[in-house]
């Protein structure tokens, strides 16, 4: 996503947030887990939207295909990391890309500028299976939009698909993403425990701060924003999550609001010094990518000190 604009929208997603207090936040939790009551509500669509074109065929030397793997009814493109054919299975990671569009093209697959690497090419780098989803109403893709709420459910189906691939390791599959995908993928740690561990980079604690002009839901049913807020369902986390953002970003406030409102040992959060809401994802992918590398034991060992993101952090920039 380019940076002047994710400006400039997320100017505009700040103007429709609505301030709340703890004992609202309290009181916006039911007793159900996360996952039964997005199951059993019907986000009500007001206004239908897709994305037309074709998902590109990457390039033979780009080391990934393209695939399309079905959730609920709909078939969706996705690039997936080529089998490497040496019997072996492999770490792999979902990585849900920032922005509104629920579509993937050729730019996924090409690294960015160091301070603003939105590819998230480390993983793939480092012999990490990675999956890169499309969405419900993205390019030639079915159905519409739903701004971020059927959206966990393709997440979900994506890692039905991955988990069937004979050279992943299901014990191994690891989900990330950032600014819109962060808060995406926060949802679905939140709904779903087989994740090994779960990377958000720039997630919004509620969805109210997100772009309004992207709200196709009846915006009149506070539970549309509750059920996509994840500041509300932290505790149903189960797996290890690592939240990060910089300390020079507009979202530095979402993650210290969800960083003071939960317990939950699970969760970690990271605030970048010195940092924006692009400028963590180089550094701080390839710190992650070694760890998901070395990370091969029955349970998850990946442990995160304030001093490995501080070292990511100040490692020279990596020429691809």
Known sequence: MNKSLFIMTLALGLAACSSQNGSELSAAHQNEPFADQHKQFHTHIVRSVSEEGQVPTPP??????????????????????????????????????????????????VHGDWDNDQSALA?????????????????????????????????????DYLASQPYVDTNRIYLGGHSTGGTL?????????????????????????????????????????????????????KNPTFVFEGDQSDKAQSLEAMKSTTKNGQVHFYLVNHADHFSTLAPLTEML???????TGPQSNIQITDADVQAAMAQPPIQR
């Open 60 to 109: 033979k030397d780009s080391g990934f295909t393209l695939i399309t793997y079905p959730s609920q009814g709909k078939t969706l493109p996705a690039y997936i990391s080529a089998d490497p054919g040496d019997g072996k299975k492999h770490p792999a990671i979902i990585w849900v890309v920032g922005g509104w569009s629920n579509a993937i093209d050729l730019d996924n697959l």
């Open 185 to 237: 993928v926060m949802l679905t740690a939140e709904a779903m425990d087989k994740f090994r561990a779960v990377f958000a980079f720039g997630a919004t604690d509620r969805f109210e701060k997100h772009n309004a002009t992207q709200f196709v839901f009846d915006t009149n049913d506070k539970r549309e924003f509750n059920l996509r807020s994840p500041i509300l369902w932290l505790s149903d986390i």
């Open 289 to 295: 990518a070694k760890k998901v590398v070395e990370d």
């Open 123 to 159: 993983f793939a780098d480092h012999g990490i299976v990675t999956l890169f989803p499309t969405f419900r109403g993205g390019s030639s893709g079915t159905g519409a939009k739903e701004a971020k709420y059927g959206e966990m459910d393709d997440v979900i189906a994506a890692y």
